[in-house]
């Protein structure tokens, strides 16, 4: 059964960028959608945006101009890279499969996240 | 940037049943939005209960339920026990490959 498992440093400093790794075992990244999501402490869960297993992305809008997903399949993983961090950007950050279903190319039908990562926090502080 | 509103805290007594509601701050949630509802307990990365409004993830006790009741989607846990206190968050699918999660609800049980 397909596992994830988030990892990087879990400190960064202000103004500088956040990156994190989530790699995925038990199964084959291909055909399925990857996704970000992140919790600050105390508070509720936002999705962050996700990456095809051929590369295409989507993010939400609110975080776009600072984030880049990226995915290595010869790898099994995929990243987040969240520039220009502040302290709001601190968060338990989780990965997740998006399984979906596709209508002519387009994700249009149930969708739902699973399984999660065990999710790891990131704190930005100088 | 639309808003998911769900209710912050509900509790419900050991047995009961009790309906979490997610919403829309403008508009109404359908089968369209393809709901999911996520259990979290504190340190703990959430579990998938529900998704496409009704249908249980496998290994889902069917003490809980989706549905959509007049204009939010709607999660039912009957025959409360107490460890379904936890956070419970639903997410909906606005569509272009963009989705939002709700603020989350504590329920406490007791």
């Known amino acids: 059964q397909v596992q994830l498992q988030e990892s990087g440093p879990g400190l960064v400093k202000p103004s500088e960028t956040l990156s994190l790794t989530c790699t995925v075992s038990g199964g084959s990244m291909r055909s399925h959608y990857w996704s970000w999501i992140r919790q600050p402490p105390g508070k509720g869960l936002e999705w962050i945006g996700y990456?095809?297993?051929?590369?295409?992305?989507n993010y939400n809008p609110s975080l776009k101009s600072r984030v880049t997903i990226s995915v290595d399949t010869s790898k099994n993983q995929f990243s987040l890279k969240l520039s220009s961090v502040t302290a709001a950007d601190t968060a338990v950050y989780y990965c997740a499969r998006v399984l979906v279903t596709m209508v002519r190319g387009v994700i249009e039908g149930p969708n739902w996240f699973d399984p999660w990562g065990q999710g790891t926090l990131v704190t930005v502080s100088s | 940037q639309t808003v998911v509103t769900q209710e912050p805290s509900f509790s419900v007594s050991p047995g009961g049943t009790v309906t979490l509601t997610c919403g829309l701050s403008s508009g109404s949630v359908s089968t369209s939005y393809y709901p999911s509802w996520y259990q979290q307990t504190p340190g703990q990365a959430p579990r998938t209960l529900i998704y496409?409004?009704?249908t249980r993830s496998s290994g889902v006790s069917d003490r809980f339920s989706g549905s959509i009741l007049g204009n939010k989607a709607a999660l039912t846990i009957t025959g409360a026990q107490a460890d379904d206190e936890s956070n419970y968050y639903c997410?909906?699918?606005?569509?272009?490959?963009?989705?939002?999660f709700g603020g989350g609800t504590k329920l406490t049980v007791l």
């Open positions: 990456i095809y297993y051929s590369g295409s992305t």
């Open positions: 997410v909906l699918y606005m569509g272009s490959g963009v989705w939002v």
């Open positions: 496409s409004t009704n």
